[in-house]
């Protein structure tokens, strides 16, 4: 089966390294680098915003793009997170830690430096994984049912909701919302309209870029108008200043392979964001670290640990999206749901069926990175000067180019309107403390969830117990039901620590406040 | 407590956002309810279009009671760093920038559009005056007509009347 992967790869970097292919996937890499580095904006509103330039493309150049947008964002994104304490994309709020105060004394571009190569070589692992773990993750997929697929759903949704951010409840509130959602429109079974509120041009469905600008796009403009202080950190970047000396290279090569170690281990797991897995890999450095005082005054461990477990994530995440149609988070989401439009249904067949575009995704991978480095080599500068553009001037811009693309994608006003309303009701909910992205996930799901959901039900004769007498999917219903026990015991053991504490605070002040007399 | 320190401040402060939070959940729940009961329900083994809408509602009432009911009052100390006022400058412009936009994109055409939504949503920012909106509103048309009229021939008049 190996060699038949290596046979498949060399194919694969034949479709990859097509003049045509390859011009869409440098435009990618340097559109999302371009975009990654302007304050405010992420990967998600990257991907989102060129979205709609894919809907008239090839299948394969139009993923080719999106990937390198991805991943050009994802550096960006590094690039404000270092420089200018500016986490753009949720998983860079752990670099930010070390990456600026490194930033302050003068050694930004190590940082960066070693952001770069922490990347490239974690995204290598993941993509050697991923050749090997595909065929064989394959394999079993075949033997899933509509139950099974129902099960893992349930535990990528459970996974995403909970373990991204913040409160678990909050997490599950907002995926049911996705999916609410997702349902909305013209019901494949019956063509009875659904939660349209009476208007033929809901009938379609939501449009998924007009939901991801808004939650995305248009919400954070609302929360970071007159309140995004960039202030330029006057730092010069040069070339030199990138290459990190065998010291330091030495310093960060084992936290850049346990972070790897971490990533790659995450991202199998459906549904566990990129983010937990930063943090994940910066805990257990400073906790091995003999120095753990360095954290967050400017460790190169803590940079390099947190962005090769999230690179690594992100390479090992396309297995489940490509082989299961299972995204892991937001960001797989929508090309998960860039796939659907194109007409391509990913699942076990998807690499047998569209072998060229499965293994050319990988190829481009490699691709992509290495072109990604040898872009920020020269554009340094320009990124840096980038990062400087006021919010003031950034967000009118950047509302027009989201009011012109989500037009674009069905030459449709209405859907420029929905991208406002899901921008309110996105800054809303982020007002009330939730984190916004499992709703894409449930949006993406949704249909699919219903579908196998009346399926299983449809084949067992409404007999529920089908989800746990089949094995595969009782493993997945266990695992859930594991996710949600521990997210209890968390909880309750959350309060009672923090009653503790209180007490002992009190008790503290109490006799602090005896001492003096 | 004070009381007087601002609209919506004294409000959450009291009692806390995720009550709010989780009211907001629980009404979300009860309409996706009554919409899914309006359709066909029907039974485990033929499921009609009302189940899987009246399922996730009542996952929705579930969690929003849970949050609500889980909801601590906020801690005062570590509050004290986040109080900022609603933005509503920011969010009317914006709003009406992108209202604009839809409704000159189809009484008057794509240019009048990109300007209405550049001008108006950088009024939103109180460091632009009307001088710097203008120029970037020009600037962007400018690139509007380029990039999306000429380059990518996009489906959108430059001019029209309805």
């Known amino acids: 089966m190996i060699e038949q992967s290596l046979l498949n790869l060399m194919q694969g970097f034949g479709v990859a390294l097509q003049p045509h292919n390859l011009m869409w996937s440098f435009f990618g890499v340097l559109i999302g680098n371009l975009i990654g580095v302007l304050p405010g904006m992420g990967a998600l509103s990257a991907i989102s915003m060129l979205l709609p330039l894919t809907y008239t493309m090839h299948p394969v150049p139009a993923i080719l793009m999106l990937a390198g947008i991805f ?23 752990v670099t930010c830690l070390d990456g600026y105060p490194m930033t302050l004394a003068g050694k930004g571009g190590t940082a960066l430096g070693i952001t770069m190569i922490s990347s490239f070589f974690a995204a290598s ?9 595909s065929p064989l993750l ?19 949704l459970l996974a995403g909701g909970t373990m991204s951010k913040g409160s678990a409840l909050k997490g599950v509130a907002m995926t049911a919302m996705g999916l609410l ?6 019901d494949v079974n019956s063509g009875v309209m659904r939660l349209t509120f009476g208007l033929p041009e809901l009938s379609d469905k939501v449009e998924l870029v007009a939901l991801a600008l808004g939650l995305f796009g248009v919400a954070e403009f609302l929360r970071n108008v007159n309140r995004m202080q960039v202030i330029g950190s006057g730092t010069k970047v040069r070339l030199r200043d990138m290459r990190p000396s065998i010291a330091e290279l030495k310093q960060s090569f084992m936290p850049m392979v346990r972070g790897t170690a971490i990533g790659t281990l995450f991202g199998a797991m459906p549904g566990t964001g990129p983010t937990i897995t930063t943090f994940i890999a910066y805990a257990l450095e400073k906790k091995i670290s003999k120095t753990p005082d360095r954290f967050g005054h400017g460790a190169l461990e803590g940079v390099a640990a947190p962005e090769a477990s999230s690179h690594s994530k992100t390479q090992v995440d396309f297995i489940p999206t490509m082989s299961l149609g299972i995204p892991g988070d937001a960001v797989m989401a929508l090309i998960l749901g860039a796939l659907l439009i194109q007409g391509i249904q990913p699942g076990p067949q998807l690499i047998s069926e569209h072998a060229d575009l499965f293994w050319g995704l990988i190829a481009s991978f490699w691709i992509g990175n290495v072109l990604l480095v040898i872009l920020n080599v020269p554009l340094i500068g320009i990124w840096v000067k980038l990062l400087r553009v006021p919010y003031r001037y950034l967000y009118p811009s950047a509302l027009f180019f989201i009011a012109v693309g989500v037009y674009s994608t069905n030459n449709s006003l209405f859907e420029v309107g929905e991208v406002l309303v899901f921008g309110i009701a996105g800054a809303i909910f982020a007002a009330l403390d939730f984190h916004v992205a499992p709703i894409l996930l449930g949006y993406v799901l949704g249909p699919m969830v219903e579908e196998y959901f009346r399926r299983a039900l449809l084949l067992s004769h409404g007999n529920m117990m089908v989800f746990v007498t089949r094995p595969i999917s009782a493993t997945f219903v266990a695992c859930s039901a594991l996710l949600v026990l521990l997210q209890v015991f968390f909880w309750a053991r959350g309060s009672f620590t923090k009653r503790n504490t209180e007490r002992r605070l009190r008790e503290q002040r109490a006799s602090s406040e005896r001492l003096p007399q | 407590m004070n009381i007087k320190s601002g609209f919506p401040l004294p409000f959450a402060k009291r009692y806390g956002k995720d009550l709010y939070a989780g009211a907001l959940i629980f009404l979300f729940g009860i309409g996706a309810i009554s919409a899914g009961i309006t359709y066909n ?26 949050i609500a009911f889980t909801s601590k009052r906020p801690d005062v100390h570590a509050e004290a760093k986040e109080h900022l006022p609603p933005e509503w400058r920011g969010w009317i412009c914006i709003a009406a920038g992108v209202l604009a936009f839809v409704v000159l994109g189809k009484y008057g055409g794509l240019l009048p559009a990109t300007f209405a939504i550049v001008f108006i949503s950088a009024l939103g920012d109180r460091q632009n005056n009307v001088k710097d909106a203008l120029i970037l509103a020009l600037g962007m048309c400018v690139i509007c007509t380029v990039v999306f009229w000429w380059a990518l021939q996009l489906q959108f008049p430059l001019f029209t009347w309805g």
């Open chain 1, 71 to 93: 991943y050009g964002s994802q550096y960006g994104g590094a690039i404000g997170a270092i420089l200018l304490n500016l986490p753009c994309h949720p998983p860079h709020a």
């Open chain 1, 181 to 186: 959602i997702g349902i909305a429109g013209t």
């Open chain 1, 125 to 133: 692992v993941g993509i050697i994984v991923m050749i090997f773990a």
């Open chain 1, 138 to 156: 394959v394999s079993i997929a075949f033997k899933f049912g509509p139950t099974e697929l129902f099960s893992i759903m349930l535990l990528g």
């Open chain 2, 41 to 66: 329900i029907g039974s485990l083994s033929r499921m009609g279009p009302g189940f899987f809408p009246v399922a996730v509602g009542a996952i929705l009432v579930l969690v929003g009671l849970a």
